[in-house]
């Protein structure tokens, strides 16, 4: 897989075919991004020109896009295994596991955060894409622990003076913008590029609560607002209809025509050659479907989730504009 820095340069539509390709000027071999109009996405290797892109999709020559495929790397374009595991698991592992053949092409990259304290994967960006690994970026903001937050409680003072970061009380839309902010500034002290999306950790509610609902969208506001990075979500397969709606008008209320980026978690059907999609939600960029297992690869353990995702770098640069 091609590791040079992608900068994404713009975004081809057609409305009659729905097709939206994002292009990214690579000194190589160069991804393409390309989603269809239910939100499928497929990564494409090739060293075709942009030009030669804009031409097929221009044409709606479906067939081009097909034959662009076929000029892949290997893997099977939509279906690119990750896994994630909350504490970084050192150099020697990651090397390990990508030279021995791990079935793997990108991991969970998690940023310090409120309810995701650990460090441990600060500073190791380039040092996992030197290794060849593709990267999603996690943002854990608050959660509700399907507790109703009161953000103006006595509970919620209590938590502030305790010096707590993390609280279900914590979660409202102004909580929102203050996280979305530190959000972007995480993002940037690791060095990632402009466009690079951040996922929202947003774990499984059985109802949602509309203080949730604000946090989300503010969080989300603010960094469509400040323009630098893009806002996605992880989010359960329970909740994803909502939050992708809530979403999408954010987006839309920003001018932004592109889809959200969107991680659903569910384990109902997961298999390893899966889609994102066939999590049931069209809109899934990836689909995490196992927690929580040990698996052992060049003479290393460790336990992770297991994730298919549909381009080999889940937060690669995202083109929100023409």
């Not at 804009?54 to 044409?59: K, M, P, Q, S, Y």
């Amino acid at each position: 897989m091609n590791q040079t820095a992608l900068l994404a340069r713009r975004v081809l539509r057609r409305a009659r075919a729905s097709w939206i390709v994002t292009v990214a000027a690579a000194a190589v071999a160069t991804p393409w991004v390309v989603r269809n109009g239910v939100g499928e996405l497929a990564s494409i290797e090739t060293t075709s020109t942009g030009a030669a892109v804009a031409d097929a999709i221009d044409a709606g020559l479906e067939s081009d896009l097909a034959q662009l495929a076929s000029n892949t790397t290997g893997a099977t374009p939509g279906r690119h295994l990750g896994f994630d595991t909350s504490v970084y698991p050192g150099d020697r592992t990651m090397r390990r596991w990508k030279e021995a053949g791990a079935p793997y092409e990108w991991v969970g990259y998690y940023l310090p955060a409120p309810c995701h304290r650990d460090a441990s994967w600060s500073g190791k960006r380039e040092t996992l894409t030197d290794m060849g690994w593709g990267l999603a970026v996690v943002y854990v903001g608050q959660q509700t622990w399907d507790r109703t937050p009161k953000p103006s409680s006595k509970a919620a003072e209590r938590a502030v003076r305790a010096g707590k970061r993390c609280d279900a009380n914590f979660v409202s839309g102004p909580r929102g913008v203050t996280e979305g902010a530190d959000a972007i500034a995480r993002t940037a002290a690791e060095g990632f590029a402009k466009g690079t999306i951040v996922y929202l950790d947003i774990e499984r509610m059985e109802r949602m609560p509309q203080a949730m609902r604000d946090y989300y969208r503010q969080w989300t506001r603010q960094l469509l607002a400040d323009g630098r990075y893009v806002p996605g979500v992880y989010v359960h397969a329970h909740n994803a209809d909502a939050v992708y709606d809530d979403l999408v008008a954010e987006f839309r209320a920003a001018g932004v025509a592109a889809e959200p980026p969107m991680w659903v978690a569910s384990g109902r059907g997961f298999t390893r050659d899966a889609a994102p999609t066939d999590v049931g939600h069209q809109f899934a960029g990836v689909w995490q479907g196992v927690l929580d297992i040990v698996e052992h690869h060049g003479g290393v353990s460790l336990p992770i989730d297991v994730n298919v995702a549909a381009v080999p770098s889940p937060s690669d640069q995202y083109a929100l504009t023409d």
